[in-house]
């Protein structure tokens, strides 16, 4: 049997109408067997750009293979984000909307 896992945006998560979730409520769904992401994979599912993911992961410190790299001196050209660091982004960081 393959589970979901559903990652709801904080801002729209609250809108409650007695007792029901508004239908327009916008999520991330994400296979529970999926533990690792790439830059594109996150951005695709979050709705933010490549380049201020990149900023924001690099702020906040997220992205664990970037940080790797950028340590030994070499620049990283695919970075992983565990499900929690999506989790993360979901939450504090809106969508694009350029």
């Known amino acids: 049997m393959l589970y ?5 945006y904080a801002s ?3 809108l409650e109408d007695r007792g029901r979730r508004a ?6 769904t994400v296979k529970s067997s999926q533990k690792i992401f790439t830059d594109s994979e996150v951005a695709t599912l979050t709705g933010i750009c490549v380049e201020h993911l990149h900023n924001f992961a ?4 997220l992205g664990f293979i970037a940080r790797a790299a ?9 970075w992983l ?5 999506l989790m993360v982004l979901v939450t504090l960081f809106p969508k694009c909307t350029h």
């Not at 979901?4 to 709801?8: A, G, P, T, V």
């Not at 239908?23 to 991330?28: I, P, R």
Request: aromatic residues 6%; without cysteine.
């Open 4 to 8: 979901k896992r559903r990652i709801f």
């Open 12 to 14: 729209e998560s609250i």
């Open 23 to 28: 239908k327009d409520t916008a999520m991330v």
């Open 58 to 61: 690099k702020s906040r410190h």
């Open 70 to 78: 950028e340590a030994a001196g070499a620049k990283a050209d695919n």
């Open 81 to 85: 984000f565990t499900l929690s660091d």
